[in-house]
């Protein structure tokens, strides 16, 4: 589905995606990413890089068993996203992040935040980040 002119997505669109799966939406035109999106089963790439995406409800991927890499370059975000899930690595380059105010799930281990225009760091923001390796 990558570089295709797809503009919305709605509950539920992908469920029980199972095997290990890749889900790449790449190069469209999503804005939004609403509650339960995704659903059931292990997936471990969802790639959403280079859309218009400015929004994702905190319950986008929380019905799913895990999710390894979480790709969101090149999108609008003003903040990071609140997200409850495991996730290992978090891709927010390329963005229009200010700050890092927090909020991120405990179990990442890499947060990518190049290329972005962050002019403050909360104190807290890493205060639950127990896993983080990399930034």
């Keep these: 589905m990558e ?5 919305h997505i709605s509950t539920g669109t992908f469920r029980n995606v199972t095997g290990g799966s890749q ?3 790449n190069g469209n ?3 939004n990413i609403p509650s339960r999106a995704f659903q059931g089963g292990n997936t471990h790439i969802i790639n ?4 218009k995406i400015s929004f994702i409800h905190k319950d986008a991927f929380v019905a799913l068993d895990s999710i ?3 790709r969101l370059a090149n999108n609008r975000f003003t903040e990071v996203p609140i997200l409850n899930n495991n996730l290992d690595t978090i891709d927010l380059s390329w963005n229009y ?3 890092l105010e927090g909020g991120q799930p405990p179990s990442v281990k890499t947060l990518i935040v190049n290329r972005n225009n962050i002019q403050r760091i909360s104190k807290i923001v890493f205060a639950y980040m127990s896993s983080l390796e990399m930034l």
């Design 48 to 51: 959403l890089e280079e859309n």
């Design 29 to 31: 035109s999503l804005r």
């Design 97 to 99: 992040l200010t700050s």
């Design 3 to 7: 570089y295709n002119n797809l503009v």
């Design 23 to 25: 889900i790449f939406l």
């Design 68 to 70: 390894h890499i979480l």
